[in-house]
């Protein structure tokens, strides 16, 4: 079951992948860093997940907040979204590039 933040039960864990909690990570340490502010980050995030465009069951929570944090950094101009693309892109084809049980690393994408 997908998690969120929200309506977990105590004992489920906050995040379903590691990308999750990077995800989440990256965006406390951009806010702290004054990149900027809580309150953008909600305006942005409350878009994505206002009524209409988010799942009931919120499986879909944490690829809005990795939109959002893709969508704020565009429009402060620091990750540009033609290079956001290209780079997950690269990376995968870096995973399907990598044999099972290997560490996935951008060098392993064939395109590079």
Request: hydrophobic residues 40%.
């Amino acid at each position: 079951m997908p998690s969120n933040p929200t309506s977990t039960p105590p004992d489920t864990p906050p995040f379903d992948a590691p990308w999750q909690a990077q995800a989440v990570a990256l965006t406390v340490a951009l806010i702290d860093a004054g990149v900027f502010t809580w309150a953008d980050w909600g305006q942005a995030f409350g878009r994505r997940r206002a009524p209409g465009h988010a799942r009931d069951d919120g499986a879909d929570y944490y690829d809005h907040w990795l939109e959002t944090l893709e969508e704020v950094l565009a429009a402060r101009a620091l990750a540009l979204a033609d290079a956001v693309r290209e780079t997950a892109s690269a990376w995968r084809r870096a995973a399907a590039a990598t044999p099972h049980g290997t560490p996935i690393r951008l060098e392993n994408d064939p395109h590079r």
